[in-house]
């Protein structure tokens, strides 16, 4: 027992890694995962005390936990079984890929990387690029929610910058999720947005294993508080228009509420800018009538080199204005009464038959009555108005334009009007700025013409506009 054994230095070497990686993974590391964990969970304490909807548990779980929760639900264990029969093959193969979608989807928050850095980061960038407004917010609306109900902000997609502005702008309210797609999935840029919340989807998948796995996943988000948001368009519009709503992440969160559970309510969201970066990327894509477009975040990255550029050569300007305003906010429970009380003949029909609030015809009733106030609530800013004027009326004096902003200011919801009575001069001064140096219009003779080269950029933002000017 206490004779001297030779050994060769590569194997004792050996010996004593094995011994500090066990060492490490029994004692080192779960003190150090417990320190760390410790400090985060009081910085999240000490953030949720300024915040009007706190930082749920359900996000602060970790990501392997999560995963784990979502593959083993008895909804994706179904999908599971009906994957593998259908396609022929092993449940344990249909099961690995089911995972491999979990991985995909499932967020990994980090409060430290959403507040300490992307809440910075998305001031900076908004502010350098526009003049950020916030318009119009129904305070006594939002504060009368229920503090337990899921909130979900639901919000008309103009440019990727949405997900900038949204985010800087309900910095004091929550932590927002994001419904991201395929767009974003490149490292590093993914690491960052799934650290920061965000879920990616594919939305152009017609897999079932996979929209299972989804909508169970923003079903366990619901139920668990998440505050979300998300684009119903589905994808950014092409001519300016409000677009017709998708009905699959709505449906997943209708599924996802009990009648007598925690209940949803929904804050629609209207934005606007004099410049959408990518607009001529848009009406290009729309005049060929296909959506497969090259709109990438990429687009903002370029938009801000530019700017730094131009910041360097002090030719610094930026884009105008960018608006957020906050509908009236619509709370599930309560729509869905409405509904169940109503007189109507098909909803009547619908009571007949048995058909509960998770029919796709009640999601429907929802998206349409959420696009309305979305609608309602779009900012008017000065090169939207303008455009508009334009397009309707032609090539007129800076008198007409004067005289026009100030008869559609008086004409149009409150709500949306986002440009007080004694600046008129001023937004027009800056609405023709703004489309004269881009070449869109042009002086003929005293009257403001629009270039018919450009014409398509003119239609697209006076369209963000057109339907506030019909009601």
């Known amino acids: 027992m206490s004779q001297t054994i030779e050994l060769p230095i590569w194997f004792f070497v050996l010996i004593v890694v094995f011994a500090a990686i066990t060492f490490a993974s029994h004692f080192l590391f779960p003190s150090v995962r417990w320190f760390f964990r410790r400090r985060l969970e009081r910085a999240v304490a000490r953030l949720n005390r300024r915040l009007e909807r706190p930082i749920e548990p359900f996000r602060l779980a970790r990501r392997y936990d999560m995963i784990q929760r979502l593959i083993y639900d008895p909804a994706v264990g179904q999908a599971i079984a009906d994957h593998a029969a259908e396609e022929g093959i092993p449940e344990n193969v249909a099961f690995e890929k089911a995972k491999r979608y979990a991985r995909e989807i499932v967020p990994s ?3 430290i990387a959403y507040f300490g ?5 998305a001031r900076f960038v908004s502010n350098a690029i526009y003049r950020v407004r916030l318009g119009y917010v129904d305070e006594a609306a939002i504060a009368e929610i229920d503090s337990d109900a899921t909130v979900i902000f639901v919000m008309n997609h103009r440019s990727n910058m949405d997900y900038v502005l949204v985010t800087y702008l309900a910095a004091d309210r929550s932590a927002l999720s994001y419904a991201v797609g395929e767009w974003a999935q490149v490292w590093p840029l993914s690491r960052l947005i799934r650290a920061m919340g965000a879920y990616f989807i594919r939305r152009r998948s017609r897999n079932d294993l996979y929209r299972s796995v989804l909508a169970t996943y923003v079903r366990h988000a619901t139920k668990g508080g998440v505050t979300q948001a998300i684009f119903p368009e589905g994808g950014l519009s092409l001519n300016g228009y409000l677009a017709a709503p998708k009905l699959g992440l709505l449906k997943y969160m209708v599924d996802g509420t009990a009648p007598a559970g925690k209940d949803v309510v929904f804050v629609p969201v209207a934005l606007n800018y004099d410049r959408v970066l990518e607009d001529r990327i848009l009406t290009s894509a729309a005049r060929g009538g296909e959506r497969r477009f090259k709109a990438r975040i990429g687009i903002i990255m370029l938009r801000m080199l530019r700017q730094l550029w131009l910041w360097v ?35 009547s029909n619908e009571k007949r038959q048995g058909i509960s609030r998770v029919s796709e015809q009640f999601t429907r009733r929802l998206a349409q009555e959420l696009m309305q106030r979305i609608g309602d609530a779009v900012p008017v800013l000065p090169v939207p108005l303008v455009a508009w004027i334009l397009m309707e009326h032609g090539a ?17 919801p409150l709500s949306a009007i986002h440009m007080p009575e004694e600046t008129y001069d001023a937004v027009l001064d800056d609405a023709l700025w703004q489309l004269m140096r881009r070449g869109v219009v042009c002086d003929i003779d005293g009257h403001i013409t629009p270039v018919e080269k450009y014409i398509e950029l003119l239609v697209f933002y006076a369209n963000s506009v057109d339907h506030l000017h019909k009601k």
């Open 117 to 121: 850095f992307a809440i910075r980061a």
């Open 313 to 347: 050569t002090r030719r610094y300007y930026r884009f105008g204005t960018a608006a957020v305003s906050f509908g009236q906010p619509l709370s599930l429970t309560q729509f869905h009464n409405s509904i169940v009380h109503s007189t109507a003949p098909d909803v």
């Open 396 to 412: 007129q004096s800076r008198k007409e334009l004067r005289t026009n902003i100030a008869q559609l200011a008086d004409s149009m």
């Open 109 to 111: 928050f980090s409060a």
